[in-house]
C-alpha cells in the first residue's frame, strides 16, 4: 500500500479510526504523530467497540508494530490504563508497541492549567478536552517540558518535576486553582514509567530501520485540519500540526518517504467544541443525534452538526496535498430528502472560494449551497460502488470532485465490511 499519511479533512472525528482499522490489513507498521489522548478513534470489530486515544488502532491487529511517535504529548498513567484496558480485553499489547523517549508527558498541572485557563476565557473559552494538550505543547514550545526519556531516569525526573511543581504551582495559585502534591504525582509518575519502560526507545532509528527494510507504513492523524494549530480556525484549535506535514515532524520520517496522502471526511461535517462552523445546521444535528449518532468518543459531548462543506474540504486538499479520499458515515443521509453542499461563501457582496484565516471573517460568511436531490434509501448493506443508490453514488463522487482528489473509500456504516474500496 506504500507509506500512507492519513488525515482528517474537517474538524477531527471524521471515522479516522475506522478507515485506519480497515487499511491496517496492508501495512507493516501504524504510526501516531501528533495529539495526545484528546483524540478518540473508534474502532468496532465484530460484537467489540474500541475507543482508542493515544495507542494506533493498529494495535488491534495481530502482527502489527504501532509506534507512538515524537510528536505525540502523553500523560504516562492514562497511557498505562489504556494499555490494561486493551489487555483485559484479550489484545496483546507487548513488543508491537514502542512509545518515542521525545514524545513528551502530560502532567497533571497541564490538565489544571488547562481548564482553569478555559474557566478564564468565559464565554470566549475554546472547548478544550480538558486533557491538558495545549499547555504541554506549550512547555514544549518554551522548551521546559518534560520528556519519556526523563521518566526513564528516575532521579533526573523527580528533580527537573519538583522545579516544575513549584512554578506551576505559583501559577494555579494565581488562577485560583488547588496545589499539586509533588510526592503524589511523583510516585504515580515513576510507577507508570516503570510500567512502560519496556516500550521505550529511539522510535526514529526503528522507523528508518523499517524504511529500509521497505516495511510499509501508515501515518494515523489525529484531530483534523481545521483544527491544526497552523491551518486552522486558530485560536479555536488544537495545539499541534494535525495537517500532513505533522506526520513526518512527529515521527522522522523525511517527506520523501511518503507517498500517498489520504483525506478522510464524512458525508456532511461535524464539530466539538467552540469556533466558527459556517454550514452548522441546527435540524441536520437534531436528526443525526435522534439516530444516537455524533456524540464525542472522547468527552461524550453531542457534536454540532452541519452540511458538507467543500470550501474547507477543498482547502484541506490544498495543504495536506489529498490523494485519495476517504468518505464515511454516507448512511447517515439517507434519509434526507434533500442535501446541501456548501460551495462557496458569501461574505456581504463579496464571493469567497477559500475560508478566510481570521475566524471572525469566517465567523461572518454565509455559505453558498447547492443542493443535491437525496437518495432515501438504506446504503448500510452495499458493499460495492455501484450497489449504491445512484443519488449517493453521484453525491459521493460531487463531494470528492468538489475536494479535489481520487475517491478510494467510502464508507456506510462503522463495521469493518462496511466498507467499498473503489
Ligand atoms: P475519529 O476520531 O476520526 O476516529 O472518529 P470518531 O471515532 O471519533 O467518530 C466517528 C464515529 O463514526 C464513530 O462512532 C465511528 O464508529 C462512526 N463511524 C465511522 N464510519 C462510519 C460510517 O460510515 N457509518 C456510521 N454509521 N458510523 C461510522
Ligand atoms: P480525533 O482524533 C474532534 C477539539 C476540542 C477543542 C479543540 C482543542 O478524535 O478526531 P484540545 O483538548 O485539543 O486542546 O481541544 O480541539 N478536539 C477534537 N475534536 N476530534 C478530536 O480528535 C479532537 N481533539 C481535540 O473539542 O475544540
Ligand atoms: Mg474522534
Redesign the pocket.
Known amino acids: 500500500m506504500a507509506n500512507t499519511v492519513l488525515v482528517?479533512a474537517q474538524?477531527?472525528?471524521?471515522g479516522?479510526g475506522k478507515i485506519i482499522d480497515f487499511l491496517t490489513e496492508e501495512v507493516d507498521i501504524v504510526v501516531r504523530s501528533q495529539?495526545g489522548n484528546?483524540?478518540?478513534?473508534t474502532v468496532i470489530t465484530g460484537d467489540k467497540k474500541y475507543v482508542l486515544h493515544l495507542i494506533p488502532s493498529g494495535i488491534l491487529r495481530p502482527g502489527k508494530t504501532c509506534v507512538i511517535g515524537n510528536g505525540v504529548v502523553l500523560d504516562p498513567v492514562s497511557l498505562v490504563e489504556e494499555i490494561e484496558g486493551l489487555r483485559a480485553a484479550k489484545i496483546k499489547v507487548g513488543k508491537n508497541l514502542l512509545i518515542s523517549d521525545c514524545a513528551h508527558l502530560v502532567l497533571p498541572y497541564h490538565r489544571l492549567l488547562?481548564q482553569a485557563r478555559e474557566t478564564a476565557k468565559g464565554k470566549q473559552k475554546?472547548?478544550?478536552?480538558?486533557?491538558g494538550?495545549?499547555p504541554t505543547y506549550a512547555d514544549k514550545a518554551f522548551r521546559v517540558g518534560l520528556r519519556m526519556g526523563d521518566l526513564m531516569q528516575p532521579e533526573l525526573f523527580s528533580q527537573k518535576l519538583a522545579a516544575r511543581i513549584k512554578e506551576n504551582n505559583a501559577v494555579l495559585k494565581a488562577y485560583g486553582a488547588k496545589p499539586i502534591s509533588f510526592k503524589q504525582v511523583n510516585e504515580a509518575y515513576l510507577a507508570a514509567g516503570e510500567k512502560l519502560r519496556p516500550f521505550v526507545t529511539n522510535t526514529v532509528v526503528f522507523l528508518h530501520h523499517a524504511l529500509k527494510q521497505e516495511k510499509e507504513m501508515l501515518f494515523e492523524g489525529?484531530?483534523?485540519t481545521f483544527?491544526d494549530i497552523d491551518h486552522g480556525t486558530y485560536p479555536?484549535?488544537?495545539?499541534s500540526n494535525t495537517t500532513a506535514g505533522g506526520a513526518c515532524t512527529g515521527s522522522g520520517v523525511p517527506p520523501h518517504r511518503i507517498d500517498r496522502v489520504l483525506g478522510v471526511m464524512k458525508a456532511y461535517t461535524t464539530r466539538?467544541?467552540?469556533?466558527p462552523f459556517p454550514t452548522e445546521d441546527r435540524g441536520l444535528g437534531e436528526m443525526l443525534h435522534g439516530m444516537g449518532r455524533e456524540f464525542g468518543?472522547?468527552t461524550g459531548r453531542a457534536r454540532r452538526c452541519g452540511w458538507f462543506d467543500a470550501v474547507a474540504t477543498r482547502f484541506a486538499g490544498m495543504v495536506n496535498g489529498i490523494d485519495d479520499i476517504a468518505i464515511t458515515n454516507l448512511d447517515g443521509l439517507d434519509t434526507v430528502e434533500t442535501i446541501r453542499v456548501c460551495v462557496g461563501y458569501q461574505k456581504g457582496r463579496k464571493k469567497i472560494e477559500v475560508p478566510p484565516s481570521d475566524f471572525r471573517q469566517l465567523a461572518d460568511c454565509e455559505p453558498v449551497y447547492i443542493e443535491m436531490p437525496g437518495w432515501q434509501a438504506p446504503t448500510t448493506e452495499a458493499r460495492s460502488f455501484d450497489t449504491l443508490p445512484a443519488n449517493a453514488q453521484a453525491y459521493a463522487l460531487k463531494i470528492a470532485g468538489l475536494t479535489g482528489g481520487r475517491l478510494a473509500i467510502v464508507s456506510v456504516g462503522a463495521h469493518r465490511d462496511q466498507t467499498i474500496l473503489l
Open positions: 482528517g474538524w477531527g472525528d471524521e479516522k495529539g484528546n483524540a478518540g478513534h488547562d475554546i472547548g478544550t478536552t480538558k486533557r494538550i495545549g489525529a484531530q483534523g483544527l479555536y484549535v488544537t495545539s466539538v467544541g467552540e469556533g468518543a472522547t
